[in-house]
């Protein structure tokens, strides 16, 4: 019995379909990258989303402590009256 391969399309490595993520949008039922490849472009892209300056996560922390300080003052001046 032959054990089917698939070539990653970015170390061009020949694999067997074991060592490829699961996706319902190939005609084959695997993602076009290894695990390997995809776990590295994985955290390369997260420490570029939290190291970006306008980067989603950034923006979502801030208006996080944006929204803290403003219930602060809020209960605050409540409390003054």
Known sequence: M?????ICRCCHAE????EFHKSSATKDGRQNYCHSCMNLYQ?????HICLVGG???????????????NKKKAKQ?????
Do not use: F, G, W
């Open 55 to 69: 980067a989603p996560l950034v923006r979502l922390r801030e208006q996080k402590h944006r929204y803290y300080l």
């Open 77 to 81: 001046d409540e409390n003054k009256i």
């Open 15 to 18: 694999l067997p379909l074991s």
């Open 43 to 47: 955290r390369v892209r997260y420490r």
């Open 2 to 6: 032959a054990t089917e391969t698939k």
